[in-house]
């Protein structure tokens, strides 16, 4: 999956997602002398190398995904030798010493925001909206770039399940990940992360119902519905049919013509 124009990986909250997808780009980015020996097969592109890396807001993106890259990127490939000297904070963009740059994004942004440039790549932590998807596509089409996708599947039955279902299915048949030239997909569960503990994640899912549990710790698309569908009981909920409606009762429509209308 190296050379799969998008690269996916789909798992639980807390399953590593976003530090596999932050350690990739920062392979990409980094002179490869930097690259540990063991990870330089992984190494794509060569410097300078562009990268858009995109979140929901600028606060998540800024307190979850700079966390990760700090965490891992070798200081000596920045400018300055310290992120604080490498990131400019008015353009959002860290800069490598080799000329690689990270500009961050977010959903927030009109998509018209995202337009105009060409990268090697735009990373897209959790879901996008299918406009910023799309214009994802076209920044990476000049330099025949990738997408990198980091996210759990909180959004229900999405566009993005629309475009993956097949690959997911292929996946779950052969050990959770497929490959093919257009996509790699990887699928995890919180419980493949040897870090957390039984009880705390336990703790950590108190409060969700059946549907949003497979999706925060399964990693699995789910149709996440009220619970008005899990309570309903014909018995109850159904009247037979009349001839006329009762007189002073409000009488409500409701229509259910669904995403894809």
């Known amino acids: 999956g190296f050379n799969s124009k998008n690269k996916i990986f789909i798992g639980g909250n807390q399953s590593g997602k976003t530090t596999c997808g932050s350690i990739d780009c920062i392979i990409q980015a980094i002179d490869e002398s930097a690259v540990p020996e063991h990870l330089r097969r992984f190494k794509k ?3 300078p190398f562009r990268a858009w890396i995109a979140g929901n807001t600028r606060e998540v993106v800024e307190m979850v995904i700079f966390q990760k890259l700090q965490e891992w990127v070798p200081v000596s490939q920045l400018v ?3 992120w604080q000297s490498a990131y400019d904070k008015q353009l959002h963009t860290l ?3 080799n000329g690689s740059t990270f500009a961050f ?3 927030e942004q009109e998509e018209d925001k995202w337009g105009g440039a060409s990268v090697d790549r735009v990373m897209l932590d959790e879901e996008p909206p299918a406009g910023h998807l799309r214009e994802a596509r076209i920044r990476t089409m000049a330099r025949e770039g990738d997408l990198v996708f980091t996210f759990t599947p909180t959004n229900g039955i999405s566009h993005m399940y629309d475009w993956l279902s097949p690959y ?3 996946a779950d048949n052969s050990d959770d990940h497929v490959e093919d030239p257009d996509v790699a997909i990887v699928l995890v569960e919180m419980d493949d992360n040897p870090a957390l503990t039984e009880r705390e994640k336990n703790l950590a899912l108190v409060g969700f119902s059946k549907e949003q549990v497979l999706a925060r710790k399964l990693g699995r698309f789910v149709a996440l519905h009220g619970l008005i569908y899990n309570e309903f009981e014909p018995d109850r909920h159904v009247v ?5 409606i009762p007189p002073n009762v409000n009488v409500i429509v409701g229509i259910d013509p669904g995403i894809r209308h």
């Open 80 to 82: 300055g030798d310290s």
């Open 105 to 107: 994004k977010t959903y």
């Open 168 to 170: 997911i299915e292929k």
């Open 45 to 47: 592109f060569r410097p």
């Open 95 to 97: 800069h490598f010493k």
């Open 240 to 244: 037979p049919a009349m001839d006329e």
